[in-house]
């Protein structure tokens, strides 16, 4: 086993002596590190807070999720659970594990909000968030602890880059038209996109081990077969980016939603925002063909690239023609 990863086995066996009552408490954080809670949470803050911090936090976790995925098919390591009958799988992944996502998309979302809020007890509670997510991962056994401090590490470094770095940018696209700020999100994302799909390109003659696929599929039964190679991550996060970025584009051109309201208008924003969400999400992917599979692909990403517009731009046109904003 790699060094780099074999140091953390006694450490998740001492995690998990500690008792079985803590999976439930662990799956809550992990639950907080998920596409499911992002998709319900994330537009919260645009909708309802403040739209530089939705804005923020939306790119901000796309972007970190795309390195995220490039980097993971770039090392190639295996989770606990692969390679050791030694750790208990709580839970299950089909990617590869290092950098753990769950820690470094933590403290880029979170590290973003406690950045904004200048109250003492967010940020404490921001830290705390980002502390239990990232231990969550290697009691679970899906993840060693150089996978969360390696997440914690490139994390950080896209959270000073955002911190550093966004009003610059945001001055300098200011100045352009909305048609040339469409034109520079275009070919960025062209870019993540190629930084994603280069790491598969690279590593396409690396085999998974026979032994990895055996012991994950029998630590936890019946669950997904393990398919650390698959590029529907990178689509999906990649056109997000891009759908939310574009959103963005339009709604500050268009100037006309504030998020400020009454508790009733919020609710009913929330609540229609949402069915929008679910029938963009779940609809689309029932509708739409995954065969053959570049067509799939192409529908894949017009699917996240319309939930990511609809967060950003079509909701809050809605909201305000409904009279919710």
């Keep these: 086993m790699n060094p780099i990863l074999e140091w953390g ?9 500690l008792g079985t009552w803590l999976a439930p408490v662990m ?18 803050f645009l909708w309802w807070v403040d739209i530089g911090l939705g804005i923020r936090v939306g790119l901000g976790l796309l972007l970190s999720a795309i390195i995220n995925a490039a980097l993971k098919i770039h090392f190639g390591l295996p989770r606990p659970y692969w390679v050791s009958d030694e750790i208990r799988a709580f839970s299950s992944e089909t990617s590869f594990g290092l950098p753990s996502g769950h820690a470094q998309n933590a403290i880029v979302l979170w590290g973003l909000v406690a950045a904004w809020s200048r109250k003492w007890w967010i940020r404490t509670l921001m830290v705390f968030l980002i502390f239990m997510i990232s231990i969550s991962r290697n009691y679970l056994g899906v993840h060693f602890p150089a996978d969360s401090i390696a997440g914690l590490l490139v994390g950080g470094l896209i959270l000073w ?50 032994a990895w696929i055996d012991q994950a599929a029998a630590a936890v039964e019946e669950s997904d077969p393990i398919d650390p190679t698959s590029a529907d991550a990178i689509i999906a996060n990649v ?3 891009f759908g939310i970025s574009v959103g963005a584009i339009l709604l500050l051109d268009w100037g006309q939603f504030k998020p400020e309201g009454t508790w009733g208008q919020l ?59």
Excluded: H
Aim: hydrophobic share 60%; net charge positive.
């Design 239 to 241: 056109a997000t980016f």
């Design 27 to 44: 799956q809550f954080f992990t639950f907080l590190g998920t596409e499911d809670f992002y998709l319900l949470i994330l537009p919260i």
């Design 161 to 210: 880059a955002f911190i550093r770095f966004w009003e610059p940018i945001k001055n300098q696209l200011r100045d352009l038209s909305t048609g040339r700020q469409i034109l520079l999100v275009a070919l960025a994302a062209l870019l993540l996109l190629g930084l994603g799909l280069g790491s598969l390109y690279v590593t396409r003659e690396r085999a998974i081990p026979t």
């Design 267 to 325: 609710i009913g924003r929330y609540i229609l925002g949402l069915i929008g969400l679910i029938l963009l999400f779940f609809g689309l992917r029932v509708l739409l063909p995954t065969e053959p599979e570049l067509l799939g692909a192409i529908f894949r990403f017009v699917r996240y690239a319309l939930v990511g517009l609809w967060v950003a731009y079509l909701a809050p046109r809605l909201f305000v023609k409904m009279r919710l904003a």
């Design 9 to 17: 086995i006694p450490v998740i066996q001492w995690m998990q002596s």
